[in-house]
T-cell receptor, first 115, second 112 residues
């Protein structure tokens, strides 16, 4: 069975600094997708960034980028120039590319941004 | 234009009652999901429908019954509510060949 692990329950970063959130996963599949979702206090789940496993190039969305290490089954999220609005729970998620379209979420990392 | 909407956003009820949560998406997606997020923020899938057909049915008490009248709607009915059912319930949708998943705003259910 696939699993997603976020080993950092909570992280803090100074405003304008850079922070990296860790995520590891376990799967026997070769084709899959990985995601980072943000959940601010409003509780709305917002897709931050996605990565297709077949792509070697790391995904980037403005200040958000990932470090995807397929062999190590690692998918970390880097937030550059952190802003107060980045404070939220961040969830890493996995989905197989075929078969049942089930998304598996990690336990989340609470990010605090210090002014 | 709300993509995925849920009603109600808040629901407070007593143990033993029956309640429903409604979900609608206007994205034209063919797959819809129900998730439960507990007090520790753990997000777990409960059900998924693809074109009105149940495709994911996780280990969920029989008191929970999803219903999909059409591709745009997925409702969740809960019988005989228990204290442990208190949580935030999220509806989500996606297109089967497009892996992006969009979430509704969530329904906070409190059972007293």
């Amino acid at each position: 069975a696939q699993t997603v692990t976020q080993s950092q329950p909570e992280m803090s970063v100074q405003e304008a600094e850079t922070v990296t959130l860790s995520c590891t996963y376990d799967t026997s599949e070769s084709d899959y997708y990985l995601f980072w979702y943000k959940q601010p206090p409003s509780r709305q789940m917002i897709l931050v960034i996605r990565q297709e496993a077949y792509k070697q190039q790391n995904a980037t969305e403005n200040r958000f980028s990932v470090n995807f290490q397929k062999a190590a089954k690692s998918f970390s999220l880097k937030i550059s120039d952190s802003q107060l609005g980045d404070a939220a729970m961040y969830f890493c998620a996995y989905r197989r590319a075929s078969g049942t379209y089930k998304y598996i979420f990690g336990t989340g990392t609470r990010l605090k941004v210090l002014a | 234009d709300t993509a995925v909407s849920q009603t109600p956003k808040y629901l407070v009820t007593q143990m033993g009652n029956d309640k429903s949560i409604k979900c609608e998406q206007n994205l034209g997606h063919d797959t819809m999901y129900w998730y439960k997020q507990d007090s520790k923020k753990f997000l777990k899938i409960m059900f998924s429908y693809n074109n009105k057909e149940l495709i994911i049915n996780e280990t969920v008490p029989n008191r929970f019954s999803p219903k999909s009248p059409d591709k745009a709607h997925l409702n969740l009915h809960i019988n005989s509510l228990e204290l442990g059912d208190s949580a935030v319930y999220f509806c989500a949708s996606s297109q089967v060949h497009n892996y992006e998943q969009y979430f509704g705003p969530g329904t906070r259910l409190t059972v007293t």
